[in-house]
């Protein structure tokens, strides 16, 4: 992999800087945008001229196509600034892999390495002020694209737009995170897009997930659409369960996304020597474990929350609560992902590349 | 139902009408657009001032939620002109009704009655030069919101937008249909959002619907995602299946769409004393009537294409024929339809809604 800078790249600064208004102490998650963000549009079957240029609204035909029929993707990713200044993206290939298979299944062009690669790397240099160092903070990309081409007919956009934005987080912080089991609603169909990053996946959750906070808890663990009975992640987290001393994590598949933060976490864990087992788990193991005193840890994985553990889950009504315990393994690889992703850490696998 | 004038419209006009540039008798199906749209957003909680304007692209933030997580809904509806040019609505009430279901699944807020049918009322006034009338014509009605509201966390919106443009039509013509059953791919799950018209769902289709037309089928015919046995929609239309002199249509459901030309084709049916069963229809025998020389016919039901006659269907890569037939009760049916739509016949029924 390779951030390369070689795609010519046309420049408009903004005049001003917003930066001085930003209170980077007490950001609110994906609120706060730089002042410049990165636009590449696709027409006439091939990508044009890639431009950087300051954040600001932009014109849209009423009746495009990503109003209408949702076609629309996106990536979500970090980079962090060393002791040294240097900022650093983490495993980049994997997510550009990604957007390029959200971007086949739902019917939009692949964007070429060069054009997603090159405006990450000098949209994150212009804007490098921005990226704050320490603990917990990091500079939340979020590569997108859009169907801009216009017309009332349910067939792929002839036009789109890639876009890259940039918002600075510190530490996702989210109080204790108590989950429903999804035993209705679902996220994804067999032979669907759960495993795309396709915007339509994330409205279809909200309405049970405002169920499931009515209730009390934060977030729903979604299970198969067809049988209910196999755990398979929550709305933009990967899960694990630790059983005794063995963690469980679902194969990814045509319904479940295949997280980046899940795979590094499958790797550290494979070095740290951890018990793991990648199969699918059912709704009723979980439960068995959790009365037999077996089940350890639930915990999510994800760019955003990066380790989120679960204080207990919900099930037909009835509430598991999972043992307080020290030392964690969440806590533990959480240390270990974070340690390489801000270089405090020898990165032996080669995912932090710089920019 | 009613629909009212009683909602204060704020009006402005457009200074030229485009009406003079556009070939009516050269329509391509929801590309040319009249003088005006409806405009009404949510915000701090409530609905604002709704406006018509002239038709415009309009601004957007590049966070928007519509962009991320594909908060987005739609309807689509037919008004026609009479032999007075009179101009009528047929059940605006149903898609009012379903918009809203559509906007609760969605976690989108429900647009009040007022707004929807008096901006449809005051917007086809303003606009009635462009409807036409004449067998075929109509104006295809396009009313959708989106979530406008700025942020890349995945949570609803907490601001919207509601519009509704208008796109003159002719009869659709798609040339002879074949369609593909699905066997892999799916467009709903259980406890998903197929019974909305969510924007998702549709870009959601287009990859196996290409799939699909590169090996020589128009559409589609999907089936349940868990077992690929039952029969249940096609990309924007209902099926029937006439076997024998028996129709068989699918029940909705959570992953079938209500649809309203559906339900009027069943209460003509009806009317008409044609036998019909709402039930599963098995893929299996579907199969077994065409080898056996029951299955007399197979047509889709939409807004859009009205009553859609299918030449054949394949399955497990064999292709299965359907028998040139005349006086097929799709033509029956969509006749007596499109006469009461037009005006042409006595509507006992109460469908046609006078603006
Ligand atoms: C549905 C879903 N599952 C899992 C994840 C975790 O993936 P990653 O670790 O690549 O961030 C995300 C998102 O970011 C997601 O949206
Ligand atoms: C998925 C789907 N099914 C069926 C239909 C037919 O519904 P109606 O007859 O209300 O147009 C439509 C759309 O218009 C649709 O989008």
Redesign the interface.
């Known amino acids: 992999m390779n951030v390369s800078q070689t795609c010519k790249i046309e420049i408009t600064k903004s005049l001003v800087s917003k930066i001085n208004a930003v209170d980077f102490e007490n950001l609110s998650?994906?609120?706060v945008?730089t002042d410049h963000?990165f636009e590449c549009d696709f027409k006439n079957g091939e990508w044009q001229q890639p431009v950087i240029k300051p954040?600001a609204?932009?014109?849209?035909?009423?009746?495009s196509r990503?109003?209408?029929?949702?076609?629309?993707i996106?990536e979500?990713m970090k980079a962090y600034k060393d002791g040294s200044d240097a900022i650093w993206l983490f495993r980049p290939d994997e997510n550009f892999k990604r957007f390029n298979k959200s971007a086949?299944?739902?019917?939009m062009p692949e964007v070429p390495e060069e054009i997603f690669m090159s405006g990450l790397n000098q949209l994150l240099q212009l804007d490098k002020a921005w990226v704050k160092k320490g603990s917990g903070n990091a500079m939340?990309i979020?590569p997108?694209m859009?169907?801009t081409g216009?017309?009332?007919?349910?067939?792929?956009s002839t036009e789109y737009k890639f876009?890259i934005?940039l918002?600075p987080v510190t530490s996702y912080y989210s109080g204790e995170v108590k989950v429903l089991i999804?035993e209705?609603?679902?996220?994804?169909?067999?032979?669907?897009?759960g495993a795309a990053k396709?915007?339509?996946?994330?409205?279809?959750?909200?309405?049970?997930?405002?169920l499931a906070n009515k209730a009390g808890f934060q977030q729903v663990i979604w299970t198969d659409?067809?049988?209910h009975t196999m755990l398979e992640e929550a709305?933009?987290m990967n899960v694990f369960f630790r059983i005794n001393d063995t963690l469980l994590t679902a194969p990814v598949s045509e319904r479940i996304l295949d997280g980046v933060t899940r795979k590094t976490l499958i790797d550290l864990a494979k070095s740290e020597n951890i018990n793991l087992e990648i199969r699918p788990v059912l709704v009723s193991e979980l439960i068995e474990a959790s009365k037999n005193g077996t089940l350890k840890e639930i915990f999510g994985s994800g760019t955003?929350a990066v380790v989120s553990p679960i204080a207990g889950f919900s099930f037909q009504d009835i509430y598991y609560e999972l043992p307080k315990i020290e030392n964690t393994v969440a806590l533990q690889l959480k240390n270990k992902l974070t340690s390489i992703q801000n270089k405090l850490e020898e990165d032996k696998f080669g995912w932090t590349v710089k920019i």
Chains 1, 2 share one sequence.
């Open positions: 998650f994906g609120s945008f963000l954040y609204p932009f014109l849209l035909d009423p009746s990503v109003f209408h029929y949702g076609q629309a996106f979500g086949v299944r739902m019917a939340y979020r997108f859009i169907a216009g017309g009332v007919i349910a067939n792929p876009m934005i918002s999804a209705h609603y679902s996220r994804a169909a067999n032979g669907g897009i396709a915007a339509g996946n994330y409205a279809a959750q909200f309405f049970p997930t405002n659409d067809a049988t709305g933009t955003a």
